[in-house]
């Protein structure tokens, strides 16, 4: 008798602990199940993707989430119409250039205005950390929708080894920059590599010395489009007479120029037919399979116009910034991967892969894992007063922009179909006329 209820008693005990390892089972099960995959819609065309994987996957192994990572060249065509609707939405989209102002007014944005005050470091917060030209954009009726993304410098990128071998010296004025297109031609080389079809890249050279001409203040007058007046600045039309010059002038002319797009561009420059190609700091990463092996790759900033207000001015081709939809599946995940991304190790990260800054306050020790033309970079944007190009007035991005009367003029001023001057009075009677329409 004994022996029959120790045997039903252990059989119960087995029972209920296989039961119990079961349930535990299933639990764990479950869990793996409901472990959040967060999803990152980003634009893949200028910076590749290197970058965002391995935020993504330090961030992925520090946090135990996956995340998804969704690349369109499209992102920002598509983004409106994405958040109207609310479906589908990823948990974090990279963007750049929008209106984003009006999708937080509508109530399509996630308000990250908490996220802002999140420590990043032992000292500063996401708020401290941003730099403070930038940060006044980024908020909109008193609260934050956007963490800011890519910062960088323009300017003419340079063959290095060619320079040296010609005793060539990097100009700091204009003057000095038609004595060397003339040294170049004279060699029988393009003096600059730029694209005819993607013609409106002129305008990274068109800003800056737009931007030398007015000032730092200047431009941040103009960008706040107080009143049409603001396109009327003398500045503009200076830049417009320096780009037709170069662009124009008979010791740059390439032939067929019109047809040339960025990649041919880019191997006229890397197979050293031209000793300068017109960019900025993002070619690095975006040549990358082109750049032949010990290739010396350098960047200089655009040279400066006469009677500058600013010589040294960079004005940044930062525009790029992350938002959280409302309709987001994982919001908490994924502001805490925008503040991970945020942090110095990230930044340096960042800066690494791509040779380019975002706009935050870094530490010195960036330059330890630099390449020598991302060293370029940061001693370019370290030096100078930087200009982000970025207004809060919903009419910059949705009704004028820096040429509203038509999408671009320089093909028209390249052409000789109408002048720097013209199109300049063109722009402020076209702003005058319209400023009060619905």
Known sequence: MLKKFLSISLLTVFLITMAAGCQKQEKVQQKKQEQPVLTIAYDN????????????????????????????????????ALLKTGKNVPDIMFLSFTNWQDWASKGYLYDLSGLYGAKIGYNETLKQKIKADYLNFCSYNGKYYIIPWDDGVTGFIYNKTMFRENNWSIPKTMEDFYVLLGQIKAKGIIPIAWSGSEISDWNYAIRTWWAQCEGHDGMVSYLALSSPEAYKQQG????????????????????????IDANKAEKQFFSSKAAMLLGGSWIETKAAGNIPNGFELGIMQFPAVANAKEPEINVSDAGGFAVIPSKATHKDAAKEFLRYSSTDSMLKLYSQITSSPRPFNYEMSVYDGLSDFGQDVFNIWKKNNNLYML??????????????TVAS????IYSGQISPQKVVEDNYEYVKTNWNSN
């Open 45 to 80: 065309s200028k910076y590749g993707d290197a970058w965002i994987k391995a935020i993504s996957d330090a961030y992925s192994k520090e946090n135990k989430i996956k995340v998804k990572l969704v690349a369109d060249s499209k992102l920002n065509q598509k983004a409106g």
């Open 236 to 259: 503009r039309i200076t830049a417009l007479e320096n780009f037709r010059d170069i662009a124009c002038d008979i010791t740059n002319n390439i032939p067929d120029v019109l047809n």
């Open 391 to 404: 207004s809060k007035n919903p009419l910059y991005y949705g009704k004028f922009g820096d040429w509203p």
């Open 409 to 412: 003029p320089l093909l028209q």
